[in-house]
T-cell receptor
C-alpha cells in the first residue's frame, strides 16, 4: 500500500518566516505534487515534480518554491510566509502523469501563519 | 475560472437511498475523470475513475456516469451508508495542458442513519 507521509499535521509560524513542509513517499513514484485546500476552492496545484531535480509550476506557485533532491522526498518552501498562506497543504504522489493514474495523498499539514 | 465545478457544496441522504453527486467541466480536452473521497483529518483517497471513451464505470456500490456532450459526470452511490459521509472531489485531466489534474471544490455528503 502506498504511503505518503507529511512531516507535520499542524504548524504555526509567523509572518515573514521561511517555512519548510516535507513529504516522503515509499512507493518509488516518479511524480509528486503539492496542493493547498481552501474552503470553496477545492484542491489547487502549487507545484509538481516528474523526476528528481525537476519541477513544474502549478496554478498558484507565487510565494512558494520546491525542492526534490531525492526521488522519495518533495519539499515545499514558503520563502517569506504571509497570512494568506494559511491553509491545508496536501502532498501527493503518482506512478504516472497520464490517464487514469490516481494520486495518493498524505494526511495534510494545517499551516497557520500569524 | 473553474474548469471543474461541483455546484452542490453539500448533500444529505437517508441511509439505504441513492446518493447522486454531480460534476460539470468546461474543458473539452479533458479525457480522464476521477472521484476522490476525503474524511476529516485524512488526505483524499481515490474512489473510481472513467475515461472519455466510456459512459459508465461501476465498482460495487459506486457508479460513475459520463455525458461528454453535456460535459457532465455524476457519481451514484447505492445504497448509501453512514460510512459514506465524507467530502467527494471530482477531478479531471487530459493528455495536453501539462498533464495537470484539476479538482472541483468538493461536495460534502451526509448519510443519515
Amino acid at each position: 500500500d502506498v504511503k505518503v507521509t507529511q512531516s507535520s499535521r499542524y504548524l504555526v509560524k509567523r509572518t515573514g518566516e521561511k517555512v519548510f513542509l516535507e513529504c516522503v513517499q515509499d512507493m518509488d513514484h516518479e511524480n509528486m505534487f503539492w496542493y493547498r485546500q481552501d474552503p470553496g476552492l477545492g484542491l489547487r496545484l502549487i507545484y509538481f515534480s516528474y523526476d528528481v531535480k525537476m519541477k513544474e509550476k502549478g496554478d498558484i506557485p507565487e510565494g512558494y518554491s520546491v525542492s526534490r533532491e531525492k526521488k522519495e522526498r518533495f519539499s515545499l518552501i514558503l520563502e517569506s510566509a504571509s497570512t494568506n498562506q494559511t491553509s491545508m497543504y496536501l502532498c501527493a504522489s503518482s506512478l504516472g502523469l497520464r490517464g487514469l493514474q490516481p494520486q495518493h495523498f498524505g494526511d495534510g499539514t494545517r499551516l497557520s501563519i500569524l | 475560472d473553474q474548469q471543474v465545478k461541483q455546484n452542490s457544496p453539500s448533500l444529505s441522504v437517508q441511509e439505504g437511498r441513492i446518493s447522486i453527486l454531480n460534476c460539470d467541466y468546461t474543458n473539452s480536452m479533458f479525457d480522464y475523470f476521477l472521484w476522490y473521497k476525503k474524511y476529516p483529518a485524512e488526505g483524499p483517497t481515490f474512489l473510481i475513475s472513467i475515461s472519455s471513451i466510456k459512459d459508465k464505470n461501476e465498482d460495487g456500490r459506486f457508479t460513475v456516469f459520463l455525458n461528454k456532450s453535456a460535459k457532465h459526470l455524476s457519481l451514484h452511490i447505492v445504497p448509501s451508508q453512514p460510512g459514506d459521509s465524507a467530502v467527494y472531489f471530482c477531478a479531471a485531466s487530459g493528455d495536453t495542458g501539462g498533464f495537470k489534474t484539476i479538482f472541483g471544490a468538493g461536495t460534502r455528503l451526509f448519510v443519515k442513519a
